[in-house]
């Protein structure tokens, strides 16, 4: 920590170098100071990263293509995450301060893709809308769970408990449950023949990603 006599010493050798510089803002550094964790902090959320945005892409396209509500909604999800990862990679390095406002910008990212979620599940509701392909559903889904479970298996390994890291489990996290909840509709729609299981699951996967925003939000405070 700094002290203020001691900011102010930096701040009048930094004027004396005559480079027009001002300060802009200062903030406690209340993380842990370690090289070697922030390297095996960036290398997983690069990992995490890369999983999450390919997903997102595979998703999107079979959502499309299987007319499915729950695909769409976990693919949203994907790139909400994606996001989330990399704010959090720009925030390894930051003060607490700057890693607050990427908390901040991350739900409120993925609170407005819940939003749009639920704008998306009404409006196929009260349309005509075809079935969705159950095969695409449970097949697609199946494999993003494995990939979300790699993905926390991988973010647990972390030793910081900041709270970039804890909004990259919490999303993970959510994630899984989204996964599982898809392949549920997915086994309902083959049975039943009607597209309310994957609409009702879309809904839920959105109230979980509004559930994720709020959390992070909290965490920012």
């Known amino acids: 920590m700094i002290h ?4 102010d010493t930096i701040q009048s050798a930094i004027d004396s170098l005559n480079l027009n510089s001002k300060l802009s803002e200062s903030a406690n550094y209340e993380g842990e100071i370690s090289s070697e964790n922030e390297r095996k902090d960036k290398r997983l959320l690069w990992t995490v990263l890369i999983i999450n945005f390919a997903f997102f892409l595979i998703e999107i396209v079979f959502g499309i293509v299987a007319s499915s509500v729950g695909l769409l909604a976990d693919s949203l999800d994907m790139l909400a995450d994606a996001l989330v990862y990399g704010l959090s990679l720009y925030a390894i390095t930051g003060t607490l301060l700057i890693k ?17 979620g639920f704008i998306e599940v009404l409006r196929r509701f009260f349309g005509v809308e075809e079935i969705p ?31 970039h890291i804890q909004s990259s489990q919490i999303f993970t996290s959510n994630d899984i449950i989204a996964n599982i909840g898809v392949i549920f509709a997915g086994t309902m729609v083959l049975f039943l023949n009607s597209n309310i299981p994957d609409l009702i699951v879309g809904t839920i996967v959105f109230f979980f990603v509004l559930r994720g925003a709020i959390r992070i939000l909290e965490l920012a405070k």
């Open 100 to 116: 607050k406002r990427v908390a901040r910008i991350s739900g409120y990212t993925q609170l407005s893709f819940s939003i749009f």
């Open 4 to 7: 203020e006599d001691n900011l």
């Open 133 to 163: 392909n159950p095969t695409f559903m449970i097949s697609i889904s199946f494999l993003a769970l494995l990939a979300n479970t790699a993905s926390l298996v991988l973010l647990n390994k972390s030793k910081t408990k900041e709270v």
